[in-house]
């Protein structure tokens, strides 16, 4: 199954997906990021997070769009995250596709299950990282009081007030994140024909740049 392949043999999965289809990856990565979240959520509490964003107290036995953010906001944003990464790596593979690809095309569904495969990774790791730390100040009997306790990115030595756009910065210089550029580099080699691996990192370079780039015009 390539769900479970992806972490053993990724240039074996990813050399099989010019003809698969994205919608297992790309549904299996909003389930497992919404599990991730959940864990994380009841481990710090529905209340101290909607005290944490100003709100006022409410029921979680009562869906309001507060709570219904507390539970869905994150994941709503990865797929986001997906989707645009995806568009990008795409009009990107399309304007250099003379130099690159020597003038052969790439469909955006072949870019999206590359996408797509790489951030159910990401994901996956990011679920097993968020039970240890629970886990771990479940032992200790030191209560989570917020999301930002589990950071794997620049971010987390960030101190005192800092502007959005050096937040969303920090934030993109993330573990995980690089992990996640890498598979799209072991994607776009093994997918597309006679594209060498440093093109293929050149081109998961730029896209990334360039998606920093609008996350920092979006975050103004």
Known sequence: ???IRI???PCGVFAELQHASWV???VACLTVS???NLVLVNAIGVDTLLRGAGAKKLSPNHLTPELVGVYAARSLMMIIGVLTIS????IVLRIFRQPLLDGNSVKYLVALTICSYAAYAREVLRLI????VVLWHHILKVPLTSGQAIQINIA???RGPVSRPLFILARSLDVLMLGFLGLITVGLWKVVPNLPIHRAASVTVVTWLIYLGLSLFWGR
């Not at 568009?87 to 795409?90: F, G, Q, S, T, Y």
């Not at 990282?129 to 240890?132: D, R, S, Y």
Request: charged share 10%.
């Open 1 to 3: 199954m390539r769900l």
């Open 7 to 9: 972490f053993l043999d």
């Open 24 to 26: 297992p990856a790309f």
């Open 34 to 36: 919404m599990v991730a």
């Open 87 to 90: 568009v990008v790596l795409w």
């Open 129 to 132: 990282i968020t039970f240890v």
């Open 156 to 158: 987390a030595f960030l």
